[in-house]
């Protein structure tokens, strides 16, 4: 007996270092075990008392009359699936008659004190069928990104979500997306995060960093085109509808439209074309945006409006062209002068980092969700790199990218660098670079990043 409960106290021991120091190892040994059998034994009373069940039917009723038998109590929604995942659970629930995925949404506060989970959210998979995602501790605390993840083209993995779950880039459902941050709060991570899942695939990268290239540069061996200054941004930009125009008479000449010719082979855009034919899509990486709006004279406000007319008709016409563009800035708001809120509104994808205030998560969520612009300003500083992504479509989502060194991006960008494409269009601005790429250095070594 002695020797059970000394064994018994190392376990406890064991799990409650665990849970202190390794909360990941901690829910997949010992957390996901006890959360199960804590949401299936408390399950009909929680529902009950989150007001989460519906009163027995009148046939019900009838029956228990008829039969003497005493009144069937009220019921919870149907537990369609349990499943355990690397950071909490799933648990897939049919409503019942009467019932409304928002009361789900609603009560989730509850249920996370409930079951005794670090969060709990929901959404509505179809007619009836809402599932509850589960976390059992603080997945952006110390953000581990899945070994494997759904990588397409265009579709790159970039963050986690609160809920576990992964949060990727897709620029082929949103085109264009809006970077908004503070000094500090993460976006230089989240933009090597971007690059570095782009690199390992077929497009063209191409950067605009105003900040005399520190960002950017570092990673030049795998851009098309690079600009450091307002004035090579502006020749750049131009550039690009160019080719933007180019690629649309391509698409024309290729659409083909006869009698015989079946509706899914018109062409009207790139990715309806043969892969032969198929231009390179392009990603466009604004840094620091307001940079490229800012003007002290006459001269500086023609190339202002030059830089931004350019970039507002890529963002409205781009998309079919294959060119994307992804806008990162400090501030993001009518200030920056005419054409900025025309601008802003063909940017669907919005992330926001950590703002200094309101008017700021007003300008990527205002339009979007209140909800959003409250959790926005409510990031606390000393959790860099936590953001809040949202779209068009209301939905947001706290997101933490992970923690990605220059040298980890350099390394990613140079053993890549195979697969950068020469644009005609764009060489006068690929960047210069001296000798063939290096090879990756160990991320031990201090030495500076190979430009």
Known sequence: MTGFAVALVLVVAAAGLLRWRRPAWYWMTFGVTLASLRVLVRYATVMDACGLTVPPSRWRLALARATNRPAPESRPPRILLLRPTRTGLVLRLKLRPGQDAFDVAAASDRLRHSFSMYGVTSRELRSGVVEVRMTGYDVLKRVQMPAQTDTRPMRVPVALREDGSVHYRDYRAIPHALTLGATESGKSVYQRNLVAGLAAQDVALVGIDCK?????????????????????????????????????????????????????????????????LRPTPVVVLVDEVAELALFASKEEE?????????????????????????????????????????????????????????????????DISPDAVLAAIQIPAEMRGVAVAGDSTGGWHRIRAPHTTLRQAVNTCNRHADRTPDLPELAPFRPALPGTPAAPVPLSKAAPAAA
């Open 302 to 366: 023609k190339r202002r409006d030059r830089i931004i007319t350019a970039l507002v008709r890529l963002a409205q016409l781009g998309r079919a062209a294959g060119i994307y563009l992804e806008i990162c800035g400090q501030r993001f708001g009518s200030e920056l002068g005419k054409g900025i809120t025309m601008l802003r509104a063909q940017l669907t994808g919005r992330t926001a980092h950590r703002v200094n205030d309101e008017t700021s998560a007003n300008m990527a969520f205002g």
């Open 212 to 276: 005399q290239g520190v960002e950017l540069f570092p990673l030049a061996r795998r851009f098309s085109a690079l600009a450091d200054n307002p004035d090579t941004a502006a020749d750049l930009l131009d550039a690009l509808v160019t080719r933007m125009g180019e690629v649309y008479q391509l698409i024309r000449a290729e659409q083909r439209i006869t009698a015989d010719v079946p509706d899914a082979e018109i062409a009207a855009d790139i990715w309806d074309l043969p892969d032969h």
